[in-house]
């Protein structure tokens, strides 16, 4: 049987641990879903397995770009795709694991064409929305694109202005590209898992991985980044707790701010992590509060059937 095994959710819930565990298990070979974990470069601030875990076992795409290569669902899914047939036709099962939500739908769903984009008309968009405000916009998007105007928000003028730039680009609307067939689909037999915790219980979880990271490196990995040449591609990447180590080298901040922002938007990607797995995607859900990590391991076992 093509099973796939998917561990998603929000950041510091315990992915990383609970997958690690579970591809020992079950002979699984993990498989990197998350965007920050597929540069090569990055290790202290990702939460990406240690070098250790990495060498215990097979595991995928952890050094798949180097920082100043474009990354995207689309090109993640096809190596992932790659990947994981080749792990199936060894007779093991891919253990798929992190927190980029579009990644795993670029694999379970496939990807609708993109849509095309026009930087003239974009500009010209932007300047008639700064005149006239976004409602006007939204109101030509109801003639041109209902489907799409009904669920916007008329005050959304960013999304508004792509759904503007499409229709006059393609002369398709939004609507009928989002309705396309998806394409790129990896058919096999999903196993799909969503760790989840308490919002208070994962502030504190935040909170110290955040701490822990900085204790572990993060400014020194960093600053050996800055003296690679790395930084406009870093900061381009504007990944967390990266950006604030860069201020805290530069001399822009010091370490209690850094670690304060950092902390601060970890919490908001978590909130979208997941707002965003509890709409998108169907999955079993592990409370990962309160439990060993036998019980974790088990749990997650019943619930995904392997």
């Not at 997958?19 to 879903?33: K, Q, R, T, W």
């Amino acid at each position: 049987m093509r099973r796939i095994v998917a561990v998603v959710g929000a950041t510091a819930t315990g992915k990383t641990a609970l997958s690690e565990a579970l591809a020992a298990a079950i002979g699984g070979e993990i498989v990197c879903a998350d965007a920050r974990q597929v540069f090569r470069e990055l290790e202290v601030g990702t939460g990406k397995p240690t070098p250790g875990e990495r060498g215990a076992r097979p595991h995928h795409l952890f050094e798949a770009l180097s920082l100043g290569e474009r990354a995207s669902a689309g090109a993640w899914a096809a190596l992932a795709r790659e990947a994981c047939e080749a792990i199936l036709a060894r007779g093991a099962t891919p253990v798929l694991v992190g927190g980029s939500g579009l990644y795993l739908a670029a694999l379970l769903r496939g990807l609708h064409a993109a849509p095309p984009h026009d930087p003239e008309v974009r500009a010209r968009l932007a300047e008639e929305r700064a005149a006239l405000g976004p409602e006007a916009l939204h109101a030509r998007l109801a003639g041109v694109d209902p489907e799409t105007a009904s669920r916007l928000s008329p005050r959304d003028g960013q999304r508004i202005t792509r759904a503007l730039e499409v229709a006059e680009a393609s002369g398709r609307p939004l609507s009928w590209w989002h309705a396309q067939e998806a394409r790129g689909a990896l058919t096999a037999d999903w196993r799909v898992l969503e760790v989840t915790c308490e919002s208070a219980a994962l502030d504190a979880r935040i909170a110290e991985r955040t701490r822990a990271m900085f204790a572990g490196g993060l400014a020194e990995e960093t600053r050996a980044l800055l003296g690679r040449g790395l930084r406009e591609p870093l900061a381009a990447l504007r990944a967390i707790g990266y950006d604030e180590a860069m201020e805290l080298v530069e001399g822009r901040c010091d370490e209690a701010d850094a670690i304060r922002r950092t902390d601060l938007r970890t919490r908001q990607l978590a909130k979208r992590q997941r707002t965003w797995f509890r709409h998108q995607v169907e999955a079993s859900r592990l409370d990962a509060q309160g439990r060993s990590a036998g019980e974790r391991l088990a749990a997650a076992r019943a619930a995904l059937r392997v």
